[in-house]
């Protein structure tokens, strides 16, 4: 069983900064597909970015790209999403999840597909204000 923690979520400013964490424990393995996914309320869940073996693959939603960094600390079992230049349409609760990838659904494969990843974090607040 995978169990993912997220952490460093808040308010700030339109143009302001933000990084979230996501710690995972368990049985974890540095291949395993992992990603970043929000919800907005009354909105749909958007995959944000996700991030293959320490960076190797790295993908973006266009709405995020050039602003948002995955990176990956594998030491630590950590991955990072660093929010830059946030908008008040950034605001949303963000997930962290995780999959293992296999010969039929690789990692590529699941992309940014919610459905697609079996193991969620609960979530961290994230609150951007104009």
């Known amino acids: 069983q995978v169990h993912l923690v997220e952490s460093g979520g808040g308010s700030v400013q339109a143009g302001g900064s933000l990084r979230v964490s996501c710690v995972a424990s368990?049985?974890?393995?540095?291949?395993?597909?992992m990603a970043w996914f929000r919800q907005a309320p009354g909105k749909k869940r958007e995959g944000v970015a996700r991030i293959v073996f320490g960076g190797i693959t790295t993908d973006y939603a266009d709405s995020v790209r050039g602003r948002f960094t995955i990176s990956q600390d594998l030491a630590k079992n950590t991955v990072y999403l660093q929010m830059n230049s946030l908008k008040p349409e950034d605001t949303a609760i963000y997930y962290c999840?995780?999959?293992?990838?296999?010969?039929?659904?690789?990692?590529?494969?699941?992309?940014?597909?919610?459905?697609?990843?079996?193991?969620w974090g609960q979530g961290t607040q994230v609150t951007v204000s104009s």
């Open positions: 368990g049985y974890t393995h540095s291949t395993y597909c």
């Open positions: 999840a995780a999959a293992r990838p296999t010969y039929a659904s690789s990692c590529t494969t699941r992309g940014l597909v919610g459905e697609s990843y079996t193991y």
